[in-house]
Every structure is written in structure tokens, then in C-alpha cells.
């Protein structure tokens, strides 16, 4: 059974246009995480929430706003969304030192 | 600066055979903790293994094990008999935790490729 589920995995939204992202979770756990993948690169830490204390990255752009309503849930915001912004957006959470779950992804495309 | 290095962009590997993926880290926190994880070209993260900076053993599971080297800050992966389906980007990161923040990072990976 999926502990961290993403949705929608493929996400195709257009140059400029909002788009939100979720992520939600059955593992209880207190923190969750959301990284922006590239093609062959490393998951780059966007944010992070600690509980509901939430942690910036300080070279997260602006463009990019996240929310976690309940222990569940954690969306991602992509305010006008550019070229540049075309990845696999992961999340994840951590509930526990020795573990950090992650959900499938989801890939956005920017047209 | 760059806290989690691995070397090795790529590497061949005959099948069968063991593997030793690198990583090494910095950090300046008594209490870390150290992950594997596999990316196949599907883009899911696969948890492969955990290494805390307090264990005195190596972390073991399955055909994986982590080469921890503490005064060297190096956590190297090894795969023992290397199967095809192996073959797939692994990350190595690492966990800082301090009060009430949590951040795992991310080294730049090493493609794998066995060849049959």
C-alpha cells in the first residue's frame, strides 16, 4: 500500500498559468518534504515543514509557495510557472531518524 | 559547500559482480544520519538503506551494505552480486536534525549500469 501518495503524476500546465501540486500521507509523520528533480540531477530541497513550522530553503524562488493544512496533507504552489520550472517535484516524509519515505512524483511540464 | 560528494558519475559493472558506490560527507553535527537510495528511470526514490552516526556497526539489508567510515566521513555503498535490474541512479544524502528542523540533502548520484 502507498504511505506517501502524489497526485497527479504527470501534471502539463501552461507558461504562466497557477498550478498546485499535493502530497499527502498515511504514515503519520511529522515531517514532510518537497524537492524539485531535473533531468539527471540531484533532488534539490525546496521546503520542508517540521510539524507546522515551516522551512525555506533561501534559494527556493519566490514563485514557488507550499501549505500543510493538517499532518496529512502538503501542496506545493507554482505561482506562474516558466520553462524553467519543468521537473519531477517530489515528496517526502520523515517520521523517525531511520526513516524518509518518498512518493512517486509528480512530473510537471511547462508549455 | 557541497556536503554530500559522490565521485563517480557513472559506472560499468559486469554482472554478478559486487560494486562499491562513493560518498562522502560534511558536516559539523555530532548526529547524522546517512541514506542509499535507488532512482530507476520510472523517477521513484527507493529507500535502500540507513546509517546513523552513533552505530557501531555497519548498516546492513539484503545484498546491500553501507561501508561506514566515520573519521574518513565516507558511507560508501556496496551491492554484492550485482543483478541487471540494479541498474539505476543512486543517491547518497544525509540528515541534519536540530531542534525542530530536519533536512535530508542530496549528493549528485552515480548512474549504474550492469551489463549482463
Known amino acids: 500500500d502507498a504511505m506517501v501518495i502524489q497526485n497527479p503524476r504527470y501534471q502539463v500546465t501552461q507558461f504562466g498559468k497557477p498550478v498546485t501540486l499535493s502530497c499527502s500521507q498515511t504514515?503519520?509523520?511529522?515531517?514532510m518534504y518537497w524537492y524539485q528533480q531535473k533531468s539527471s540531477q540531484a533532488p534539490k530541497l525546496l521546503f520542508h515543514?517540521?510539524?507546522?513550522?515551516?522551512?525555506n530553503e533561501a534559494d527556493t524562488p519566490d514563485n514557488f509557495q507550499s501549505r500543510r493544512p493538517n499532518t496529512s496533507f502538503c501542496f506545493l504552489d507554482i505561482r506562474s510557472p516558466g520553462l524553467g520550472d519543468a521537473a519531477m517535484y517530489l515528496c517526502a516524509t520523515s517520521g523517525g531518524y531511520t526513516e524518509a519515505f518518498f512518493g512517486q512524483g509528480t512530473r510537471l511540464t511547462v508549455v | 559547500a557541497q556536503k554530500i560528494t559522490q565521485t563517480q558519475p557513472g559506472m560499468f559493472v559486469q554482472e554478478k559482480e559486487a560494486v562499491t558506490l562513493d560518498c562522502t560527507y560534511d558536516?559539523?553535527?555530532?548526529?547524522?544520519?546517512l541514506f542509499w537510495y535507488k532512482q530507476p528511470s520510472s523517477g521513484e526514490m527507493i529507500f535502500l538503506i540507513y546509517?546513523?552516526?552513533?552505530?557501531?556497526q555497519n548498516a546492513t539489508e539484503g545484498r546491500y551494505s553501507l561501508n561506514f567510515q566515520k573519521a574518513r566521513k565516507s558511507a560508501n555503498l556496496v551491492i554484492s552480486a550485482s543483478q541487471l535490474g540494479d541498474s539505476a541512479m543512486y543517491f547518497c544524502?544525509?540528515?541534519?536534525?536540530?531542534?525542530?528542523?530536519?533536512?535530508?540533502?542530496f549528493g549528485k548520484g552515480t548512474r549504474l549500469h550492469i551489463l549482463p
Open positions: 544524502a544525509m540528515r541534519e536534525v536540530s531542534n525542530r528542523d530536519d533536512k535530508i540533502i
Open positions: 546509517q546513523g552516526s552513533y552505530d557501531q
Open positions: 504514515l503519520n509523520h511529522n515531517v
Open positions: 558536516t559539523s553535527d555530532p548526529s547524522y544520519g
Open positions: 515543514y517540521y510539524d507546522k513550522d515551516f522551512n
